[in-house]
């Protein structure tokens, strides 16, 4: 797919245009955002307009691989930010085009159609992400209590020398995998009960982790936004000490971005 | 806006994750600018995919047993509460967060953690 990264013209000046995302014309970026480092200057974030879109940019170096802890997290802020005031297309981290022109000719006018509908899909609506994980002692408390196999187990294995016990402990280890996979499935379900009606869209996403319970990505309409917390909030309260919840957001909607088709013949 | 920090249920608020967080959704989601773009693209190399390694469920599995037959139970009398929760926190507040990889757990953030050099991992030799 990258098959132009040695690009055009003897373009190997050290700079390129960073995208962030894409917005509506004539909306200011919040103040104090800092964007990805760019050499020894600070860089700026600043607009690209072209009709009715515009990009938030900045300059980076084309030389320094980018993926630092900073301009992640540079990455995520700005789009964030921006979020509260208006919509924002998201673009996934490491978008850079060789300079502004680019981004204009390139990136928005061609592709207006999508992007302006895309905006205005997600306009009045927010992205929240819901991440709970487990208690583990008491989450594992409740496991081992509830199957005697796992008791079993677990006693055999107490005070065996850790090389002996060694495939005893990976089945007790799978045997409780397996018991929080069913939680997690139970849990995921309760929170869509929970949640779902106070979103207009919701999706479960992996909880990841080895105490991860629920992940989920909610869309929800701004002005739903204060009943969509109260329930989150309630569902913290009916699950305190079991399961510790937290609540991402608003982000920029990089899970309900609506479809993308690549026309049929790129316009080179 | 404002982070409210703090509500009924205890349920944490704020605008933004944690980098594993945000690596979940910058890296997977977001528009990928290839589709859109083909002549002007600058290939940067970016290097944060290497830092997403996955481990193999047996790492997890062992540890879980571990943290089980660290466990308390009523039954038993014995440990320390303080050093029973300090082993276990240790261990579970780094959890939750970061993610996919179908169907195999993974220890992505905290190999990433290891990657920064913010703790050092000493359960790796085993697997």
């Known amino acids: 797919m990258t098959t132009t990264e040695d690009s055009t013209k003897s373009r190997s000046t050290t700079r390129g245009s960073y995208i962030y995302g894409i917005v ?36 980076v170096s084309a030389d320094r691989p980018l993926g630092t802890r900073r301009d992640l997290m540079a990455h995520e802020a700005v789009l964030n930010a921006i979020a509260q ?74 005070g065996v020398d ?21 939680l997690r499935q139970e849990d995921a379900q309760a929170t869509v009960d929970a949640l779902s009606k106070f979103a207009v869209a919701t999706e479960v996403k992996e909880a990841g982790g080895e105490n991860g319970a629920v992940h989920l990505a909610f869309l929800v309409k701004t002005d739903g936004r204060d009943d969509f917390e109260q329930a989150v909030d309630d569902l913290g309260n009916a699950w305190a000490g079991r399961v510790e919840l937290r609540l991402i957001g608003p982000t920029a909607a990089f899970d309900f971005l609506p479809e993308f088709e690549a026309p049929p013949e790129a316009q080179a | 806006m404002t982070i409210s920090q703090q509500s009924g249920g205890g349920v944490q608020k704020a605008p933004q994750g944690g980098l594993a967080e945000v ?38 599995y062992l540890k879980f047993a571990e943290a089980t037959n660290r466990l308390d139970l009523h039954q038993k009398g014995g440990k320390d509460l303080g050093e029973f929760m300090g082993g276990l926190t240790e261990g579970a507040t780094e959890g939750g967060a970061k993610g996919k990889t179908k169907g195999v757990l993974d220890a992505g953030k905290e190999k990433w953690d290891e990657v920064r050099g913010e703790r050092q991992q000493s359960k790796r030799e085993k697997a």
Do not use: W
């Not at chain 1, 850790?162 to 007790?172: G, K, P, T, W």
């Not at chain 2, 600018?33 to 190399?45: M, R, W």
């Open chain 1, 162 to 182: 850790e090389d002996a016990s060694y495939y005893d402990r990976i089945q007790l280890g799978e045997s409780i995998s397996k018991a929080m996979d069913q």
């Open chain 2, 23 to 60: 690596l979940d959704l910058i890296l997977d989601k977001g528009l990928v600018i290839d589709a859109f773009v083909k002549v002007s693209l600058v290939g940067i190399e970016l290097i944060t995919i290497d830092a997403r390694i996955v481990v193999a469920s047996v790492d997890t």
């Open chain 1, 24 to 59: 509506p014309a004539g909306m200011r970026i919040p103040d104090g955002l800092e964007p990805i480092p760019h050499g020894d200057e600070d860089g700026e974030l600043g607009l690209v307009t072209e009709g009715g879109l515009a990009a938030v940019v900045s300059d």
């Open chain 1, 85 to 158: 005031e208006v919509p924002v297309l998201p673009m996934r981290f490491g978008a850079v085009v060789t300079d502004d022109d680019a981004v204009a000719e390139e990136l928005l006018k061609p592709h207006q159609d999508y992007f302006l509908r895309a905006l205005d899909q997600l306009r009045g609506h927010l992205e929240f992400r819901l991440r709970g994980d487990y208690n583990q002692d008491v989450i594992l408390t409740r496991i081992v209590e509830s199957d005697p196999r796992i008791q079993q187990l677990r006693e055999k294995i107490a």
